[in-house]
């Protein structure tokens, strides 16, 4: 499989060439266009088989997009046997598209609505993040991307990876995704009046050795600038 | 008269500039910024006579489309007149060369005047697509600046290839479209694909990177609802 990034860092789209036998998987809505032919499966995503697999399964797509506000859906590109195809994958808002390899022996914390495609070897889990992270006003879900193969992250704003050694900290807001070898802990910018009037409430706090996506805009706070300006 | 693109992709603003005797033709509310000595000059972008009236009222009212259009002329002396659209995207300069180019209805930004435009009726087909009814059709001799929303993409079609409606900022003739579903019922109501437009032929076709609906959709319920 074949991928290119076009466009970034404001309006990002990824091509990906899917050789034959290859599928990939994508959050619903965002195909731009696709070669002609290629089958298109829709599903829930997630992994578990079985009746309870599929139950959980499907609680955990709904609270997903309640909370997580990801698409309910997945769909899944597969060219037709023996031949190659290509689609192009976009997502909704303005922002960068990062493609992460994934070699089997970590895995990528994701930030819910931050997920675009996979190939299908990679396992997508949804995982709560805690109360704190529902605090953290970007939903309470957390993906946890394993396995291996190829992942496509996208953001609102441009995506800064850094490598981080030791602690470092970030808002919230901009988190887009990190290896789980970083601890992470939730709390106020600084004491409590900093806290509440620096603007800059809560904060993650990381802890350890390992790469951290970060996106350049945060969509709560332009949401924040819009509202007001709104006719009465 | 020739354009210059600046700030592509993501703010992109089209410069025109103009030699004496030059004019340039815009959307009504593209106009950035002009030349103090250019002379505006306002008309009914539908056409002429009471048909033309009809038609451009008829169009503002159901698609938002401006109901005039803007021709700025240099006159006596050189000149600039630069647009924008109002959403974040880039704008590309298509040459018209006497062939004919359709072009989705929010995308016409501004041209030579050497080039007419006339809004053509897309068909309930078009409507199923993506709720536009009207596309423009572009013909004549001059540069045309289109804007879009997100990058835009060249590609070139030699057989078929498949697009979201909602990315589709123009193509060239040689191209015959048809929307179809995305795969089987289920697909096509919840893969939030829905319908999607199959090109066939031989021909350039634009495509944006962003989907204006997508972003609405999800914008629109994180703001607080609207009072009536």
Same mark, same amino acid.
């Given at each position: 499989m074949q991928q290119t990034i076009e466009f970034g860092p404001s309006y990002a789209m990824s091509t990906i060439d899917l050789a034959p036998g290859d599928s990939v998987t994508v959050e619903a809505g965002s195909m731009v266009g696709m070669s002609d032919g290629l089958e298109i499966k829709t599903s829930i995503g997630g992994n578990k088989a079985g009746f309870f697999g599929a139950l959980l399964n499907f609680l955990m797509a709904f609270i997903r997009k309640f909370l997580g506000g990801e698409s309910f859906f997945v769909n899944t590109y597969t +060219?037709? +046997?023996?031949?190659? =195809?290509?689609?192009?994958?976009? +997502?909704?808002?303005?922002?960068?598209?990062?493609?992460?390899?994934?070699? =089997?022996?970590?895995?990528?914390?994701?930030?819910?609505?931050?997920?675009?495609?996979?190939?299908?070897?990679?396992?997508?889990?949804?995982? *709560? =993040? =805690?109360?704190?992270?529902? *605090?953290?006003?970007?939903?309470? *879900?957390?993906?946890v991307a394993s396995g291996t193969g190829d992942l496509w992250v996208n953001c609102y704003g441009a995506i800064h990876e850094i490598n981080v050694q030791g602690k470092f900290t970030v808002d919230t807001g901009h988190i887009v995704a990190f290896d789980d070898t970083l601890d992470y802990r939730i709390k106020g910018a600084g004491g409590l009046k900093a806290t509440l009037m620096s603007g800059e409430g809560i904060v993650c706090e990381f802890n350890g050795n390992g790469k951290l996506f970060i996106q350049s805009r945060n969509l709560g706070s332009m949401i924040s600038w819009i509202i007001p300006r709104l006719p009465a | 008269m020739h354009f210059e693109?600046?700030?592509?992709?993501?703010?992109?603003?089209?410069?025109?500039?103009?030699?004496?005797?030059?004019?340039?033709?815009?959307?009504?509310?593209?106009?950035?910024?002009?030349d103090a000595h250019i002379r505006m000059e306002t008309s009914a972008s539908a056409g002429k006579g009471v048909g033309g009236f009809l038609k451009g009222l008829g169009r503002s009212m159901f698609l938002g489309e401006s109901f005039f259009r803007n021709t700025f002329h240099a006159d006596s002396a050189a000149g600039e007149v630069s647009f924008a659209p109002s959403l974040p995207g880039d704008i590309m300069v298509y040459p018209m060369q006497g062939q004919e180019l359709i072009v989705q209805q929010q995308s016409f930004l501004a041209s030579g005047t050497g080039v007419e435009i006339e809004t053509k009726w897309g068909g309930f087909k078009s409507f199923f697509g993506e709720g536009r009814l009207f596309w423009i059709r572009a013909f004549g001799n001059g540069p045309l600046a289109l804007n879009a929303f997100g990058a835009i993409k060249e590609i070139e079609v030699n057989g078929s290839y498949v697009i979201d409606t909602g990315h589709i900022v123009a193509f060239e003739p040689g191209l015959t479209f048809s929307i179809k579903r995305v795969g089987s019922w289920f697909s096509t109501f919840f893969s939030s694909e829905g319908l999607v437009c199959r090109f066939e032929g031989k021909g350039k076709l634009y495509i944006q990177s962003r989907n204006p609906a997508a972003f609405g959709g999800l914008v629109g319920p994180k703001l607080p609802p609207r009072n009536n």
């Amino acid at each position: 499989m074949q991928q290119t990034i076009e466009f970034g860092p404001s309006y990002a789209m990824s091509t990906i060439d899917l050789a034959p036998g290859d599928s990939v998987t994508v959050e619903a809505g965002s195909m731009v266009g696709m070669s002609d032919g290629l089958e298109i499966k829709t599903s829930i995503g997630g992994n578990k088989a079985g009746f309870f697999g599929a139950l959980l399964n499907f609680l955990m797509a709904f609270i997903r997009k309640f909370l997580g506000g990801e698409s309910f859906f997945v769909n899944t590109y597969t +060219p037709p +046997p023996g031949q190659s =195809g290509q689609i192009m994958v976009a +997502p909704s808002l303005a922002g960068d598209i990062v493609h992460y390899q994934l070699d =089997g022996n970590r895995s990528l914390i994701v930030q819910a609505s931050s997920y675009l495609a996979s190939s299908k070897d990679v396992v997508i889990k949804t995982k *709560f =993040g =805690g109360l704190k992270s529902l *605090f953290s006003g970007e939903g309470a *879900f957390w993906l946890v991307a394993s396995g291996t193969g190829d992942l496509w992250v996208n953001c609102y704003g441009a995506i800064h990876e850094i490598n981080v050694q030791g602690k470092f900290t970030v808002d919230t807001g901009h988190i887009v995704a990190f290896d789980d070898t970083l601890d992470y802990r939730i709390k106020g910018a600084g004491g409590l009046k900093a806290t509440l009037m620096s603007g800059e409430g809560i904060v993650c706090e990381f802890n350890g050795n390992g790469k951290l996506f970060i996106q350049s805009r945060n969509l709560g706070s332009m949401i924040s600038w819009i509202i007001p300006r709104l006719p009465a | 008269m020739h354009f210059e693109i600046e700030f592509s992709p993501a703010y992109a603003l089209a410069i025109a500039k103009l030699n004496p005797g030059d004019a340039v033709m815009a959307e009504s509310g593209a106009m950035i910024t002009q030349d103090a000595h250019i002379r505006m000059e306002t008309s009914a972008s539908a056409g002429k006579g009471v048909g033309g009236f009809l038609k451009g009222l008829g169009r503002s009212m159901f698609l938002g489309e401006s109901f005039f259009r803007n021709t700025f002329h240099a006159d006596s002396a050189a000149g600039e007149v630069s647009f924008a659209p109002s959403l974040p995207g880039d704008i590309m300069v298509y040459p018209m060369q006497g062939q004919e180019l359709i072009v989705q209805q929010q995308s016409f930004l501004a041209s030579g005047t050497g080039v007419e435009i006339e809004t053509k009726w897309g068909g309930f087909k078009s409507f199923f697509g993506e709720g536009r009814l009207f596309w423009i059709r572009a013909f004549g001799n001059g540069p045309l600046a289109l804007n879009a929303f997100g990058a835009i993409k060249e590609i070139e079609v030699n057989g078929s290839y498949v697009i979201d409606t909602g990315h589709i900022v123009a193509f060239e003739p040689g191209l015959t479209f048809s929307i179809k579903r995305v795969g089987s019922w289920f697909s096509t109501f919840f893969s939030s694909e829905g319908l999607v437009c199959r090109f066939e032929g031989k021909g350039k076709l634009y495509i944006q990177s962003r989907n204006p609906a997508a972003f609405g959709g999800l914008v629109g319920p994180k703001l607080p609802p609207r009072n009536n």
